[in-house]
């Protein structure tokens, strides 16, 4: 069974530029979240999608976004980027994101900002 | 809110050490408790988990017990090689409302020859 997949590995970008990045879940996996690591702030959480729509938010503001397609593929999208958003994107996938579900991470996309 | 406390790195070992990462949470309710292991250049993958109090958790010789009477999950190894060289992030799940990974800062465990 493949892993989840997230592309690209890398980016660089300048600031205030938009970025995309993809993440392919685990297939029969429904549920996809985004973490983004840093040095400072270590992992947070972003968001979890589960069937199309937006369940969990953390603490970010509105730049960061993002969408679940129907074959659970997900998309999240920094708009005006800073410095500060440079960091390790981590996608997982769980079957339903229930408590007790064990989440699959990728490789994860490195985002530099410029 | 939840939180996971974790020992503070960097931890430097000699092979055949027996090693120890503390870990300890705040939650609400009945978290279920993590240790996850990241290697150079990759994602996150789960070493082992525990869902209830005192369920031990295992995996490739890692051990960790759920104890809910000090509201920690330790990370213990008793003999350690070269390729446990990496960065280890204990996180917590609850059991209800916002079902999110809260992790801890993460460990980087490094041993030598």
């Known amino acids: 069974k493949a892993g989840v997949t997230q592309t690209p590995r890398y980016l660089i970008k300048t600031r205030g530029q938009q970025v995309t990045l993809s993440c392919s879940p685990i297939?029969?996996?429904?549920?996809v979240s985004w973490y983004q690591q840093t040095p400072g702030q270590g992992l947070q959480f972003l968001f979890e999608y589960f069937s199309e729509t937006q369940r969990n938010k953390g603490n970010f503001p509105g730049r960061f976004s993002g969408r679940q397609f129907s074959n659970s593929r997900s998309e999240m999208n920094v708009s005006t980027l800073e410095l500060g958003d440079s960091a390790l994107y981590l996608c997982?996938?769980?079957?339903?994101?229930?408590?007790?579900?064990?989440?699959?991470f990728g490789p994860g996309t490195r985002l530099t900002v410029l | 809110g939840n939180s996971v406390t974790q020992m503070e790195g960097p931890v430097t070992l000699s092979e055949e050490a027996f090693l120890t990462i503390n870990c300890t949470y705040t939650a609400t309710g009945y978290p279920s408790l993590f240790w996850y292991v990241q290697y150079p250049g990759e994602g996150l993958q789960l070493l082992l988990k525990a869902t209830k109090a005192d369920d031990k958790g295992s995996n490739k010789g890692f051990e960790a017990t759920y104890r809910k009477e000090t509201t920690s999950f330790h990370l213990e190894k008793g003999s350690v090689q070269v390729s446990d060289s990496a960065v280890y992030f204990c996180a917590l799940i609850s059991n209800f409302g916002n079902e999110k990974l809260t992790f801890g800062t993460g460990t980087r465990l490094t041993i030598i020859p």
């Open positions: 297939s029969g996996h429904r549920s």
């Open positions: 997982a996938s769980s079957l339903v994101g229930g408590p007790g579900d064990e989440q699959f």
